[in-house]
């Protein structure tokens, strides 16, 4: 049993009441690499804002979760290198989807963990989503849960609005399960893809999809339900339009790509949405930066000439988004 205080991190319990009364959002960034966490801290640290680092159960088995453990520790350590004289870091797992995963990650370190039982019937997604805050609570680890089914692209609007969060279940279901913050579904979706060119209109000048806006309404219910309550938004890259150009043109094929506008995501932020989870967005950013090198310097075969420009480029997508679109920067300082 390793304890997540001994390693310097935090659980998401003080950051997300800072946030919500400050009307901020804390970043969940994923990482799956060693470039991808030296640009979250890098950009943290700058900016001094709190983070929170996403461990999905594909990426725990893409880097092993003793790596993964030092990894966050040496994270730490080295904010206080760059500076930052108390970091604010939390180690969470992303889309927990078994008792078994949540409880290895309490046992390894991690400061929070999410149990997506979001495709189990209601009272199934109570008892997992229970079963796991009763265990990690008694190592002051935090647990979100999620309730409603984010939209995947091959939905129809009509039927993606039949998996929104039911305002009317989140009392119910906060209350039995004890969870401390709750993902909801409000018209977001994974990856780099949210929206079909159908779902969206086309802007004329640009040419560029307009994707329709998140049913604000839903979240609007929601808080009204549960005033305070911390609100969790996952499927939030932008996915920028200058990466997917870059990608296209140095031989990628990422056509009519399309994200969550920063408009929308800066208003979220503002509520009691205090987590914004951002993955698509980092591997858009590394994606872009490797194929331009690739692309220019095709002799180039030393991986620290293509990882440290994606580096950069990542740190740099990163403060944006803390500056730009969460409001985090200097609440950590
Ligand atoms: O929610 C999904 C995250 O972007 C993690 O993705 O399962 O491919 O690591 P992954
Ligand atoms: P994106 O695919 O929009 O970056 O969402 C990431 C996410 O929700 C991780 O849980
Ligand atoms: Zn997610």
Redesign the pocket.
Known sequence: MVSYKELGLVNTREMFAKAIKGGYAIP?F?FNNMEQLQAIIKASAETKSPVIL?V?KGARNYANQTLLRYMAQGAVEYAKELGWEHPQICLHL??GDSFELCKSCVDFGFSSVMIDASSLPYEENIALTKKVVDYAHQYDVTVEAELGVLAGVEDEVSSAVSHYTKPEEVVDFATRSGCDSLAISIG?????Y?FTPEQCTRDPKTGRLVPPPLAFDVLDAVMEQLPGFPIVL????SVPQEYVDMINKYGGKLPDAV??PEEQLRKAAKSAVCKI??????RLAFTAAVRKVFAEKPAEFDPRKYCGPARDLMTELYKHKIINVLGSDGKAE
């Open positions: 969940a994923n996403q999905s992303d889309h977001t979706s994974h990856g780099a949210k996952h499927g939030s890259s994200g969550i989870n951002i993955d698509s967005d980092s």
